[in-house]
């Protein structure tokens, strides 16, 4: 029996995944990557799930790819064939960093320690970052003569422009998640004995919002980087007019007026 590299846990409409490896600061090797994927879609089908938290187990969150499994440990032996690393971003880092952005439900990345390479970009592409005052992210690819994957390059520079996204790439020196918060890197940085109760609360405040719309405001602000402004501005039109004739739509119009709070039940 294989171990189980990928927790799931449930309170009430917020689900849960834990990354399991904390003696390897959860790093990512093939099996866990097939773990996460089938937990990822999952949740995705699951109606109830309405909110998802990817956290680390230990003290770490993720450090990245694990570089001893067999999926890119060099080959020594002489002749060999060196190990495919482009084909593992293909079969595993897209596919995963894709599921997590196209998720119909927010993702809260929290970051409980260290986060690390693909650990840290993974992190980075979720909807919103919450790190503990101790946690720290590493751009550490160049310290291996790599570029950031997992959706570095793209996500680097849009969440703190290309100064910031240069110095952390080709540095790849020790962010703490203070600094990480002033640079506009992450959403928050929290107390460590607050960390648990903040991440809570902030799951249970998204679950119980319109998940139709949260899901739309991700794609339309990712889409509009693309778009002239008079672009974006059509972009809107047509999610206002999709939304619009929802059910969460009329249920947000119709308690705002009566002044009572709404209850969203769109998914």
């Known amino acids: ?144 003569g790599l570029v950031p994957d997992a959706g570095g390059s793209w996500l680097l520079p849009r969440l703190v422009g290309r100064a910031q996204a240069m110095g952390l790439a080709l540095l790849g020196d020790k962010l703490h998640a203070e600094q990480a918060q002033q640079i506009g890197l992450i959403w928050k940085c929290v107390d460590d004995a607050a960390f648990g109760d903040e991440v809570r609360q902030l799951a249970h405040r998204l679950a119980a919002m319109p998940m139709k719309a949260l899901a739309a405001t991700r794609e339309a602000i990712d889409a509009a980087q693309h778009m002239s402004f008079a672009a974006a501005l059509s972009y809107e039109g047509q999610w206002q007019r999709k939304l619009g004739a929802s059910h969460d739509y009329l249920e947000g119009v119709t308690a705002f007026l009566a002044k009572r709070p709404p209850k969203f039940s769109d998914r």
């Not at 917020?14 to 090797?29: E, G, K, Q, W, Y």
């Not at 089938?38 to 956290?55: E, I």
């Not at 970009?121 to 503990?132: F, H, K, M, P």
């Open 1 to 144: 029996m294989s171990d189980v590299l990928v927790l799931v846990s449930q309170d009430a409409a917020v689900r849960t995944l834990t990354l399991n490896r904390p003696h390897a600061l959860n790093s990512l090797t093939e099996q866990m990557h097939l773990q996460l994927a089938a937990a990822l879609d999952s949740a995705a089908a699951d109606a109830s799930v309405r909110c998802l938290v990817l956290t680390g187990a230990g003290r770490g969150f993720c450090a990245g790819q694990d570089l001893s499994d067999p999926l890119v440990a060099p080959r020594l032996e002489p002749g060999a064939k060196p190990a495919d690393i482009g084909e593992a971003i293909e079969r595993y880092y897209k596919p995963l960093a894709l599921r997590i952005r196209d998720m119909p439900v927010p993702v809260i990345a929290a970051v409980n320690g260290v986060a690390a390479g693909a650990g840290a970009n993974l992190a980075l592409g979720c909807d919103l970052v919450v790190a503990a005052h101790s946690a720290s992210f590493i751009q550490a690819f160049t310290k291996i």
